[in-house]
């Protein structure tokens, strides 16, 4: 069993910069390969970023080039820096572990965070 708990969140202008930070406990966090999503109310929750156990890292379009996904395996801590924020990114960022063992899939979430970006 793995517990997220993200930090970091807030309200930042247009153009501005934010980090969210994941920690995670409970398990074998380095074979894990982690992800951060975003939900606004009505919509469904949306990929923004992923990196894996082996270090790789993977990115929403609308994301690319202004935020990057970091872990730190031996704090046990997956970080999201967010640069030249947009209205649009405002939304509740979620962190997700998961990992696959034999044929079962582990996944687990954190509570959320909440960033606000004002125009």
């Known amino acids: 069993q793995v517990q997220l708990v993200e930090s970091g969140g807030g309200l930042v202008q247009a153009g501005g910069s934010l980090r969210l930070s994941c920690a995670a406990s409970g398990g074998a966090f380095s074979t894990y390969h982690m992800r951060w999503f975003r939900q606004t109310p009505g919509k469904e929750r949306e990929f923004v970023a992923a990196?894996?156990?082996?270090?790789?890292?993977y990115y929403a379009d609308s994301v690319k080039g202004r935020f990057t996904i970091s872990r730190d395996n031996a704090k046990n801590t997956v970080d999201l820096q967010m640069n030249s924020l947009k209205p649009e990114d405002t939304a509740v960022y979620y962190c997700a572990a998961d990992r696959v063992v034999l044929t079962i899939t582990l996944n687990y979430w954190g509570q959320g965070t909440q960033v606000t970006v004002s125009s």
């Open positions: 990196i894996t156990s082996g270090g790789s890292t």
